[in-house]
């Protein structure tokens, strides 16, 4: 029996002044599973992260995010039902230490310890630099602080941008790691990856995006199975990206 849905797109268009980006997008996130949101540069995917913040409206369709109609909330409410955004930029505070930065992510103003104990697991290292800037942490470490910042409260939906954009492959495994163990958690999350290596890791469904819609839908382990597949919807096959 197939997971619910916590999030659904339906039709969604999205215009960035006169430009056309999404193209009737229809996606689904299941509840409690990793879904991965693949495609070649300018697909359309980080918008779609975007219109479901509500950081760019759509123009066209419907959100809907646990039963709830949110395609026209605003981005700070869209939060408050519980999802937490992680952008490729990682929007973490340079000047700010660690403790600081995980601080004010929090919407009490004060930690959860044995929250926080789950976060130091998933990433020991923040940890150790919780009192240092965290514009002098390495760029893995600082991509380990914009999730934990995400995660530091409980959340129904956790959205990620690109995670392992220019980190060394052996980062890249600690963050594969990372997210594994968020899995079984039974954490809902939305990844867009170019990395397939870390997206095969992952991904419970893959939907892949062309021209500002979803043309492929279904479990990552049939994508990952197929070459064929890969090399028609993405240009890669397996075997490049190991």
Same mark, same amino acid.
């Given at each position: ?15 960035? %002044? ?42 066209? %369709?419907?959100?809907?995010? %646990?039963?709830?109609?949110?395609t ?24 700010l ?80 790691? %990372? ?52 090399s ?6 397996l075997?490049?990206?190991?």
């Open positions: 029996m197939p997971e619910p849905a916590l999030l659904t797109l339906e039709g969604v268009h999205t215009h960035i %002044g006169r430009y056309h980006i999404l193209h009737g997008v229809d996606l689904v996130v299941p509840k409690g599973r990793l879904t991965v949101l693949l495609g070649r540069n300018g697909a359309g995917k980080t918008t779609t992260l975007r219109s479901i913040m509500g950081l760019w409206r759509a123009s066209a %369709g419907r959100i809907t995010f %646990g039963g709830a109609d949110i026209a909330m605003a981005t700070p409410d869209i939060a408050r039902r519980g999802i937490a955004y992680v952008p490729e930029t990682m929007g973490i505070f340079t000047q230490t660690v403790r600081e930065n995980m601080l004010l992510a929090t919407t009490s103003g004060r930690f959860d310890e044995a929250r926080l104990d789950g976060v130091f697991a998933l990433f020991p290292v923040l940890k150790q630099k919780w009192h240092d800037a965290a514009g002098g942490l390495s760029g893995g470490q600082k991509q380990m602080l914009a999730i934990s910042r995400a995660i530091v409260e409980e959340r129904r939906l956790l959205v990620v941008d690109e995670p392992t954009k220019g980190l060394a492959p052996a980062v890249i495994e600690h963050l594969i790691e %990372g997210f594994r163990q968020l899995k079984q958690t039974r954490t809902t999350i939305l990844l867009v990856e170019q990395n397939f290596h870390m997206a095969r890791s992952l991904g419970d469904n893959v939907a892949v995006m062309d021209d500002g819609r979803v043309v492929h839908t279904g479990t990552m382990a049939a994508l990952a199975a197929d070459e064929a597949l890969q028609r919807l993405l240009g890669l096959s075997a490049s990206h190991q």
